[in-house]
């Protein structure tokens, strides 16, 4: 894997970014704080900075923190899968997320413990972002009866009722209209809970798909469809694979709303998220949303990173977008974090990854008893 991809979320930007839409980074702050000056106690200089607006986008500095600290770990946890997997302690198939952390994110952050969500197999760092205990997401990976799928369901199939996360699907798009069945139940109960629906941009040429966005549509269910558009199903390029890229005309053709969103940019997730859950709730309407990504790693760990579909440079020009670097930038520049702050963070990151690797590493594999167990469910509890 590259270096350049693992380190990527603690590099100092040299320059200041522009924001998607051209604005300023960070918000003007009307709260009377004005400039203060302050010893930056890693550097031993005096600084000079704005104290931390109270609010971007909405958000609070509290959770700008918690932001990049999920999507920290999400970082960290999956360069060790990586390593694991590497040294043989994960098997089968492994997909990382590395580079759409934004997405997991900013979605998660905006839904209530009791909503719903359901993904495809580059599931990992999306169970991490809704929660998901790192050791039982790490110990399910290695096989582990400790994991949460029992270890018998591997990276493809993480799965955990307690925080409402229905899996975890290795077959493209076949959990789409399971998603729509969520939207159903949820209104057949008259709860006002919301399902979201995570899927790549390959999915979306699947009928089960259409199929699903069709019946969530005509009857009004609260289902958020999250088309993740990283560029690249496989080794196919979108441009090879689909006659019309335009994601909102399928939103159209189903008489549902659509909407594109930067989806490097965490704050631009939130902000889509905060329409969408709003529609599902309050009309029961579902929405589809393109949520424009990329991925630093080849399509499973068993593909190469670059040099076959996509060009070194390709990769190097989007890591320059780095969702964990925009965030890091927009809160160095409000002045609420300094360098060592976010080594800090890094640092407690990390340390739950190696103590997600221990767990597992050190858990039983399931008892040969329970190769038999799990296959039907028990309707008679
Ligand atoms: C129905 C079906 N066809 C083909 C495959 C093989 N396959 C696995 S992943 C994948 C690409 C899917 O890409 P996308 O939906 O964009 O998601 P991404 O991997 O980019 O996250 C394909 C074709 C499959 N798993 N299921």
């Known amino acids: 894997m590259s270096t350049e991809a693992k380190r990527a979320p603690v590099q100092k930007r040299k320059e200041k970014p522009a924001s998607s839409d051209g604005q300023e980074n960070v918000a003007p702050t009307d709260d009377g704080n004005g400039p203060t000056t302050e010893k930056d106690p890693e550097m031993g200089t005096v600084i000079e900075k704005e104290s931390a607006p109270a609010n971007i986008a909405g958000t609070t500095p509290e959770l700008r923190r918690d932001l990049l600290h999920s999507m920290l770990l999400q970082r960290r946890f999956e360069e060790r899968c990586a390593e694991a997997y590497a040294l043989g302690k994960i098997g089968g198939f492994c997909h990382l997320y590395i580079g759409q ?179 599902a709730r309050k009309e029961k309407r579902p929405t589809l949303i393109e949520m424009k990504t990329y991925r630093y790693m080849g399509h499973s760990m068993s593909d190469a990173v670059s040099g076959t579909y996509r060009t070194k440079d390709e990769l190097e020009e989007n890591m320059k977008r780095d969702p964990i670097l925009l965030l890091h930038n927009k809160m160095f520049e409000a002045g609420e974090l300094t360098e060592g702050e976010m080594h800090k963070l890094d640092d407690e990151a990390k340390a739950i990854a190696q103590d997600a690797w221990d767990y597992a590493d050190s858990s039983p594999e399931p008892p040969l008893e329970k190769l038999h167990t799990d296959i039907y469910t028990d309707t008679t509890s």
């Open 101 to 279: 952390e934004a997405i997991s994110t900013g979605v998660m952050s905006m839904i209530r413990p009791d909503d719903y969500v359901i993904t495809a197999y580059r599931d990992h760092a999306q169970a991490l972002a809704r929660g998901v205990s790192p050791r039982a997401i790490m110990a399910e990976l290695f096989g582990r009866d400790t994991g949460c799928s029992g270890g018998k369901g591997g990276s493809m199939h993480i799965f955990d009722a307690h925080t409402n996360f229905l899996g975890g699907h290795g077959i493209v798009g076949s959990h789409v209209p399971i998603a729509a069945g969520v939207g159903f139940a949820i209104k057949y109960r008259r709860g006002n809970q919301v399902c979201i629906c995570f899927f790549g941009e390959a999915a979306v040429n699947i009928g089960a798909f259409h199929e699903a966005l069709n019946m969530a549509s005509l009857w009004d269910l609260p289902v958020i469809f999250i088309m993740e558009n990283n560029r690249y199903g496989m080794g196919t390029a979108i441009s090879r694979s689909t006659a019309n890229e335009d994601a909102i005309v399928r939103a159209n053709g189903y008489r549902m709303e659509g909407e594109t969103v930067d989806g490097q940019d965490v704050f631009a997730v939130r902000e889509c998220m905060a329409r969408a859950i709003e529609r």
